[in-house]
Each structure stands twice: as C-alpha cells, then as structure tokens.
C-alpha cells in the first residue's frame, strides 16, 4: 500500500526530479551508514540534511508542471538550489570510501600527455595583469553560468530547453560526483604554489580566492565538473536555442582555459571534464528514454504556453 500511494505521488515527477532523490538517497544511504568515520555531529547533521532534501523533492515531484507561473518554474528548476550543498558535503563524504588524494596518479598522466604541468606553466608563460583577470572573471562566472542559461532559455520562452538543461546537468554533477567519491584529487590549488605577485595584486584574482576559501570541495578536480558542466550548457542549448549558444559559447570557452590558467584544474582535469560533459549527455538521454517508458503515449498536462524547442 505505501509503495502504491508513493508511485501515485509520483506519477508527475520528471527525470530531474527522479535523478535528483536517487542520488540524494544514495549518498544520504552511504552517509548513515558509514558516517561514523566522522563527527558525531556531522554524521547527524548529514542524515538529517540528506532526509530534509528528499521530503522536499518528493513534494516538488507530486506538483504537476504549470509554466509559465514563478511557482511552476521554481518546480522545474529546485534541484539546483541543493547542489551547492551536495558539492560541498563532498569534502566529508570523500573521506568514507578513500584514505586519501591521487594527485601523483594524475600528475604522470599530466606529464605523459602533455610533456610539462600546463597548470604550473601557463601562468608563467603569459603573466600579463589583463590576461590573468579576464581568466579568472571566467572562471568566476561558474557561480553563475548555469542560472544565466536557465534564465536565458525561461527568458526565451523555452521552458523544455530548461527542463532538460536542468536535467542533464544533474545527470553530470552527479557523474562527476561518483569519480570524486571513490577518486579524490585535490588538483593543483592545493597541490601548487598559488599564483604569485603582481598577478596576484588583481581584484578578481582576490575576489575568486577569497570565494574558494570555504567555497571548493577538496578533493573534487578529475574530472573538473565545472569544465563538464559548462560544456552541458552548450550541448543541451544548441538544440533549443542558437541564440543562447551564442551567448553562452565564450563564457564556456574561457572558463575551460581560466580553470588551468589559475591553477584551479590541471589540463587533464579540464580534458577529461570535455570528454565527461559528452558521455554523460549521451548517457541522459538513454537513462530519460528508460525513466520515461511507462508513460509513452500519456500527454503532459501543463496550463500555459509551454514554448517552443526550435533552434533560432
């Protein structure tokens, strides 16, 4: 009886909403049960946390969609709220299934394909005061890149292109989030000396390091989920609206050099964030298929106009 009454619940949820408690419940699993490596306190405040996320996704996932009100797109776009939380919960979850860093690993790699550590000697090689703030605008526009494409597609009326933007891109946070799990790598940043004077004297070199001062996830470089995550936006927005893949096309490529250019990322984090960002949307859009399946043929029952998903 509990299981029929949750499955009727949930006969509105989306892909989104159906990604969003399965990881949430996993790693919420892993952390009651293993939590005890950690503080008492954390361990408690984890579970409790993890719960408190998956009541609310399984209330938002029984409302049926209804853009273009505020409330229907909050509905669409509420798994993104928590994924701040879920990043930086990583440093603590990653210290239950490793016991420790795998920098060396990545470091050989990083001298095998690409003969020096690009992360250490871009810098060095173009240490020009613009250039080094324009890199580090880009990379500080991550905190950013994903609302402003969302916007941009509900903006467009493009309410799909942002469901599925929305989707996919949990699909690769969380992606990432497993290699991270059982892969830590704490990435150049730590491993590094930061980059020095006068490149250092800049206001957006200053803005972004004081952000990463309890703002990164230790632990969380291979593959860089940012690079992936950017890289999504245009996959995704290239087939609902060139408008927006224009817009987004040199954020996305300049956050990618940014992150190798301030030592955040090595170059085969960057590289590998390229090559997760393509295998998990390839993955997405198989997983949708197999979520989607029992409801071939049933229509949507959404009030509003829904917008359209051709390219412009």
Not at 216 to 241: C, E, M, N, Y
Request: aromatic residues 16%.
């Amino acid at each position: 009886m509990a299981l029929t009454g949750l499955k009727g619940r949930l006969a509105a949820a989306q892909p989104s909403d159906i990604v969003f408690i399965g990881y949430v419940s996993l790693s919420g699993l892993a952390v009651a049960l293993f939590g005890w490596r950690l503080s008492t306190g954390l361990w408690i405040g984890l579970t409790l946390s993890h719960l408190a996320l998956i009541a609310a996704a399984l209330w938002f996932a029984a409302r049926p969609l209804h853009y273009p009100s505020f409330g229907g797109i909050i509905r669409d776009i509420y798994p993104l709220f928590a994924i701040v939380f879920l990043y930086w919960e990583l440093r603590y979850l990653a210290l239950l299934f490793s016991s420790g860093y795998h920098d060396p690993l990545i470091l050989r790699l990083e001298e095998l394909l690409f003969g020096e550590q690009l992360a250490m000697t871009f810098s060095e090689r173009f240490p020009f005061m613009w250039l080094s703030e324009a890199m580090h605008f880009f990379y500080g526009l991550y905190w950013v890149l994903l609302p402003l494409a969302v916007a941009l597609l509900y903006a467009r009326r493009r309410p799909e292109g942002a469901r599925e933007l929305v989707y996919v891109e949990l699909v690769i946070f969380f992606g990432c989030y497993l290699v991270f799990l059982f892969l830590p790598v704490q990435g150049p940043h730590y491993e590094f000396p930061v980059i020095g004077p006068p490149l250092a004297d800049g206001p957006m070199y200053r803005f972004v390091h004081w952000v990463l001062e309890d703002g990164g996830s230790k632990g969380a470089a291979f593959p860089s989920s940012h690079v992936a995550v950017a890289v999504a936006i245009l996959l995704v927005t290239w087939r609902h609206d060139r408008v927006v893949w224009w817009v987004m096309l040199p954020l996305v490529v300049g956050l990618t050099i940014g992150t190798v250019y301030g030592r955040f990322h090595y170059a085969i984090d960057a590289a590998s964030g390229i090559a997760a960002a393509v295998v998990l949307w390839w993955v997405a859009q198989y997983l949708r298929r197999w979520l989607e399946r029992p409801r071939v043929g049933a229509e949507c029952s959404e009030t509003g106009n829904s917008g359209g998903t051709s390219p412009v």
